[in-house]
């Protein structure tokens, strides 16, 4: 089984701190994702990574960035941390080059911006 | 882009009976759609793929439909259960190859 674990469940940050977020995989996939998910708008892409050092921008990527310097594991950097920030963040891992593949998702970190 | 529109509203059905969800998409045909799962404080969990050219799929009680003149989507759950209660999420292909754009999401709860 696919396994994709993240950082934290929850966490609480006050604004203006520089965040990281940790996803890491054991199934050797390529592609790796972040989302955001808020009531009433769904998952939206950030970033994702299809290769170890690359990443392409999603939907919302301003005031996010990140890192892929292994190929199991994902980072997404809020670089000073907002309140609209505030979110669940979910982090996925695809494989293949093609987009037939279901994403497998990681548990979700609960964050709070106060 | 793609957009993907799933009624926000929550579907509330009686245990037994079969829960239809719906998922409209707006631009281009997509070459497929996916469905998931996703339970309270959970990621999401795949459960269905259909083709553009595939009419009907079916997985033990799920059964998805693809009407490319309409643009839509439906998901049925025959004899719901309890346990079918959940956000079930419509995905489509996105920006790029290794994309997926995602619906808001249907909340279906069962009772029993």
């Known amino acids: 089984d696919v396994k994709v674990t993240q950082s934290s469940r929850y966490l609480v940050k006050r604004t203006g701190e520089k965040v990281f977020l940790e996803c890491v995989q054991d199934m050797d996939h390529e592609n790796m994702f972040w989302y955001r998910q808020d009531p009433g708008l769904g998952l939206r892409l950030i970033y994702f990574?299809?290769?170890?050092?690359?990443?392409e921008k999603g939907d919302i990527p301003e005031g996010y960035s990140v890192s892929r310097e292994k190929k199991e594991r994902f980072s997404l950097i809020l670089e000073s941390a907002s309140t609209n920030q505030t979110s669940m963040y979910l982090c996925?891992?695809?494989?293949?080059?093609?987009?037939?593949?279901?994403?497998?998702f990681g548990p979700g970190t609960r964050l709070t911006v106060l | 882009s793609q957009k993907i529109e799933q009624n926000s509203e929550a579907l509330n059905i009686q245990e037994g009976k079969t829960a239809t969800l719906t998922c409209n998409y707006t631009?281009?045909?997509?070459?497929?759609l996916q469905w998931y799962r996703q339970d309270p404080g959970r990621g999401p969990v795949f459960l269905l793929l259909?083709?553009?050219?595939?009419k009907e799929k079916r997985k033990e009680r799920l059964k998805v439909t693809f009407d490319t003149t309409l643009k839509q989507s439906l998901f049925h759950i025959t004899a719901s259960q309890p346990a079918d209660s959940a956000t079930y999420l419509c995905?489509?292909?996105?920006?790029?190859?290794?994309?997926?754009?995602f619906g808001s999401g249907t909340q279906l709860t069962v009772l029993p």
């Open positions: 995905a489509s292909p996105g920006r790029s190859a290794r994309q997926l754009t």
């Open positions: 259909i083709r553009e050219n595939e």
């Open positions: 631009n281009y045909s997509p070459a497929y």
């Open positions: 990574s299809y290769d170890v050092k690359m990443k």
């Open positions: 996925a891992t695809c494989h293949g080059a093609g987009n037939y593949n279901e994403q497998f």
